[in-house]
């Protein structure tokens, strides 16, 4: 009887640290899609010339992260694995194209819009079918969570132009009868101060 008991224990025992090797691994490898989210929202945030190209940073930055030969065999096995991130990023920047996340969290019209990156992180690990205590999961599509990142993006050079620099010389143009007379002479200067863009 006491041998009994004491199987029943060591299955019930090593059953239990399987479930925290797999929930403590898990936490692990979910804090690394976190830092690749922060990387691409990173490279999404930073000036550049237009929206488009900003958020085709991020695109790129992803992919280079989620392919890497050391990340790769952890997230994107070809058969699959314990861990999957989702072939593609979602990228929402607000400015010209108002894509943003504000639909999909608490916004009120005071904050910031949420911009940034998004995708999806699949822990296959956690489908686990522990002796005496049964299956963690259902099917074997393993717990899926979005892992999100939103960084304040920087204005494009264009947005920059146009919303600030240009504004700021139509309004000294607009001050004073003498200004546009000189304005008329120089046709073809840009103005380019420094202006915090």
Not at 35 to 49: E, K, L, N, P, Q
Not at 132 to 159: C, S, W, Y
């Amino acid at each position: 009887m006491i041998s009994a008991e004491f199987i029943f224990a060591i299955v019930i025992a090593a059953g239990l640290c399987i479930v925290f090797f797999a929930l403590n691994f898990t936490l692990s490898m979910a804090e690394i899609a976190q830092y690749i989210a922060f990387s691409a929202s990173r490279a999404h945030a930073a000036g550049h010339i237009d929206q488009d190209k900003q958020e085709q940073m991020a695109k790129d930055k992803y992919l280079s992260l989620i392919n890497n030969k050391e990340l790769k065999p952890l997230f994107n096995k070809p058969d699959g694995g314990w861990f999957v991130l989702s072939p593609q990023i979602d990228v929402r920047g607000g400015g010209e194209s108002g894509r943003t996340f504000d639909n999909d969290y608490r916004y009120t019209e005071e904050r910031v819009p949420q911009v940034g990156v998004r995708f999806d992180f699949t822990a296959k690990l956690l489908s686990l079918k522990v002796a005496f205590l049964g299956p963690t999961n259902e099917d074997d599509a393993g717990f899926n969570a979005k892992v999100t990142a939103f960084l304040i993006r920087e204005p494009t050079q264009k947005e920059c132009y146009e919303l600030q620099i240009k504004r700021r010389y139509e309004a000294v143009l607009n001050l004073d009868q003498r200004f546009k007379e000189m304005a008329r002479d120089t046709a073809g200067y840009i103005p380019s101060e420094d202006n915090g863009c």
